[in-house]
C-alpha cells in the first residue's frame, strides 16, 4: 500500500537522513486526523514534482518531524491536459474537480459560460475559487499525484477562446455534434483542451467562437452526462491512448 501523502512546500534538495520538520494546518491534519504517529513512514509533497519519504520521529498537535529517507523527482507528464469547466450549481464544481484531479488533469479552469446558472461575482467568487482550489489540493494528495493540478482564475470566454487557439488537441464537448470524441488523434506531446458547457449547455455563439478558431464539437456517446462528470469521461478517454497511462 502507497504511503500517505502530505504537503511540504521546501521539499527540493532535501538530503538523505535530513530532518524535515511539518508545521501548521498540514501537520495538525496528519497528526489529528489521520492519526499518524511516531514510527510510522509517510511522503511529503511539493506538489511540483518532488517527493519525499521518511520515518516520523517526533509528532505534536501542530507538528511533524521526518528522517528523509529518499527522495524523487518526476518530470510533468505529456501530454498535457487543460479542462475547462463551466461553473455548475452546488457543489458539482468541487464533485468535478476532485475528479479531475483523480484522473489527471493538469489545469483546469472555472469558466463563466453564457448559460450557467451559478454566478461567482465578489466574495462568492473568492470563496468559490478558494474551494476548488483546495479541493483539488486533497485529491491530489488522495491520488498521490507528485504535480498538483493548477486551478486558475475564472475565465471568460474570450479567454477560453485563446486556450483553444493554442491547443493542439482542442475538444469542445457537446450532446448535438456529429464526430465522436473516439476519432480525434492524440499525439504524444500534445497540449489538450477540453470545454465543459454548464446545465444549460453551450450557447450558439459560444459555439461559433469556438469553431472560429478551429475548435468543432464532438460527443462523448449517446448518454448526456452531467457537466461534473462529462469533462472527466474525456480526460480519462482521451489519457487512456497516451503513454500517460500505460
Not at 477562446?161 to 476519432?183: N, W
Amino acid at each position: 500500500m502507497s504511503l500517505p501523502v502530505f504537503v511540504h512546500p521546501a521539499v527540493a534538495g532535501v538530503a538523505l537522513h535530513e530532518s524535515l520538520t511539518l508545521d501548521g494546518d498540514e501537520a495538525r491534519h496528519a497528526v489529528v486526523v489521520k492519526r499518524i504517529r511516531v514510527g510510522e513512514r509517510i511522503a511529503l509533497t511539493d506538489g511540483r514534482g518532488t517527493t519525499v519519504q521518511g520515518t516520523v520521529t517526533a509528532a505534536a498537535r501542530t507538528s511533524l518531524t521526518l528522517d528523509v529517507e529518499g527522495s524523487a523527482y518526476l518530470e510533468g507528464e505529456n501530454p498535457r491536459v487543460t479542462v475547462v469547466q463551466a461553473i455548475p450549481k452546488g457543489d458539482r464544481g468541487e464533485l468535478a474537480v476532485e475528479m479531475l484531479t483523480e484522473v489527471g488533469a493538469d489545469v483546469i479552469v472555472p469558466w463563466a459560460a453564457a448559460r450557467s446558472v451559478a454566478v461567482w461575482r465578489g466574495d462568492r467568487a473568492a470563496k468559490s475559487l478558494a474551494k476548488w482550489r483546495s479541493t483539488a489540493r486533497e485529491a491530489a494528495k488522495q491520488a498521490r499525484r507528485a504535480w498538483f493540478p493548477e486551478v486558475t482564475d475564472m475565465a471568460g470566454t474570450d479567454e477560453v477562446v485563446e486556450l483553444l487557439r493554442g491547443a493542439s488537441v482542442p475538444v469542445v464537448l457537446h450532446e448535438a455534434a456529429s464526430g465522436p470524441l473516439a476519432d480525434l488523434p492524440v499525439p504524444g506531446q500534445a497540449e489538450i483542451v477540453i470545454v465543459v458547457g454548464p446545465e444549460g449547455g453551450i450557447a450558439d455563439e459560444e459555439l461559433a467562437a469556438f469553431a472560429a478558431v478551429g475548435a468543432e464539437p464532438v460527443r462523448l456517446g449517446r448518454s448526456v452526462l452531467r457537466t461534473s462528470t462529462a469533462g472527466v469521461a474525456a480526460t480519462a478517454a482521451l489519457l487512456s491512448r497516451t503513454p500517460r497511462w500505460r
